[in-house]
């Protein structure tokens, strides 16, 4: 099944030609102080959109305004054609379960293990879902990105990489047209960091997934990002939103320079893995 058909499937009726995220004159703030502003993009349905910028940019705060954890000051987040922060709550609610979250960090509850930190957010989202269904549903997930036999295990128990794979079980489980990535390769060794991003390309081609993801990995954006956007931080708005590879030849200065200089200092120069 091909990206197109698999996303026919997976959209909310007669949503296909709405942009699954959009921004228009955003402006993000962290705290008081404001990091972007006049930000005007689309996410197209289906593809892997990231977010690059230099630490302090303001990538993660976009996130947070992304996925309604901040409001934002000025302008327009809308999912699906829906203003995100707009409606009632319930309104609001829907809007959110329509994706899924992996945090930077896993965000997975310590206590629980991880078949049960899968299986919680199907229990209260289906409350009438009988727990063999969860069950299977989270074994599902896990068995998708590669962790068959860790449905019992503690988060204590998992390396990195498998913590970061976890998350990104959790974030499927509820079958999310949409994902949001929070560095996802952050703290990997390469070859593990290879692995993800290869995880996240079949659920794009495999799925018709729509992912947007926040890294400052340049071998992850070049491996898998059909289009990338630039903050920069010294105009604090975007200076450029391409493919990796124009943005690379034909970008504004900084850009270029950002590229080079963060593929350089992960000892791969720019461009894709070898």
């Not at 965000?107 to 930190?117: E, F, R, V």
């Not at 074994?139 to 990104?168: I, N, T, Y």
Request: aromatic share 4%; proline share 4%.
């Amino acid at each position: 099944m091909d990206v197109a058909a698999a996303a026919s499937q997976r959209a909310p009726q007669g949503a296909l030609s709405v942009a699954p995220v959009s921004a228009a004159g955003l402006t993000v703030a962290h705290g008081e102080r404001v990091v972007q502003q006049g930000l005007d993009f689309e996410v197209r349905r289906g593809e892997i959109f990231v977010v690059i910028g230099a630490s302090g940019c303001g990538k993660s705060s976009l996130l947070r305004h992304l996925i309604g954890l901040r409001r934002p000051v000025a302008g327009c987040i809308r999912i699906d054609g829906q203003d995100l922060y707009a409606g009632d709550e319930a309104m609001q609610r829907d809007l959110r379960r329509r994706f899924g979250v992996m945090f930077q960090a896993g965000a997975l509850w310590s206590a629980m293990t991880l078949g049960q930190n899968l299986m919680l957010p199907l229990r209260l989202i289906h409350k009438g879902l009988p727990r063999r269904a969860c069950e299977q549903q989270a074994r599902l997930k896990l068995a998708l990105v590669g962790m068959e036999g860790a449905f019992d295990l503690m988060p204590a128990e998992l390396s990195g990489g498998m913590r970061k794979r976890a998350a990104l079980a959790r974030a499927l489980v509820l079958d999310p047209q949409l994902l949001f990535l929070d560095e996802p390769a952050s703290g990997l060794d390469p070859v593990n960091a290879a692995r993800l991003d290869e995880l996240i390309l079949q659920l794009r081609d495999h799925l018709g997934t729509t992912v947007v993801m926040v890294t400052h990995e340049i071998d992850s954006v070049f491996a898998v990002a059909d289009r990338a956007l630039f903050l920069d931080q010294e105009t604090q708005t975007m200076t450029g939103l391409d493919t990796p590879q124009a943005l690379l030849e034909h970008g504004a200065p900084r850009v270029q320079s950002f590229l080079r200089h963060r593929g350089e200092a992960q000892g791969s120069g720019a461009g894709p893995r070898a």
